[in-house]
């Protein structure tokens, strides 16, 4: 099943529509690479479908967003963007030559937020990981 196929099921089983423009947002993310910010979307998406509106795209990153289809992703200069999510618990390793995100499971932090915990008094009910380095790509030029 493809991503789009996927994000359009998911969206169909919480009531969502597929509308054009919305499918014009979600084919931007599929073909993403990199992350992408709610302008980079609108710019990109607007080609596909010229009466898309910037709130549009910001509610259609919101929904897909609280449905676990996207992450939001730290970039440079404490810019946010977007990138898909396959699952409902992963995270991200960012390449910071090129900005490939690549999405990963598993990461047994528990230790590190029973410390947390312990140190802020705080009853630590989720994280959020990001990885950054270099892609292999990037790595060997």
């Given amino acids: 099943m493809s991503d789009l196929e996927n994000v359009a099921q998911q969206l169909a ?6 509308t054009r423009q919305r499918h014009a947002v979600i084919d931007v993310l ?18 596909q479908c010229p009466d898309l509106g910037l709130a549009t795209v910001y509610r259609t990153l919101e929904i897909l967003e609280e449905l676990s289809l996207i992450r939001r992703v730290h970039l440079d200069e404490h810019c946010e963007g977007f990138a898909l999510s396959a699952t409902s618990h992963g995270h991200h390793a960012i390449c910071m030559q090129c900005n490939r ?4 499971t598993g990461c047994d932090i ?8 312990r140190q802020t008094g705080f009853h630590i009910e989720e994280h959020w990981l990001e990885l ?10």
């Fill in 13 to 18: 089983r919480h009531k969502f529509k597929l």
């Fill in 30 to 47: 599929t073909d993403a690479r990199s992350p992408m910010t709610p302008a980079n979307v609108f710019e990109s998406a607007q080609r």
């Fill in 101 to 104: 995100v690549v999405e990963f």
């Fill in 110 to 117: 528990s230790q590190v937020m029973a410390s947390a915990a």
């Fill in 132 to 141: 950054m380095g270099m892609c292999n790509d990037c790595y060997q030029s």
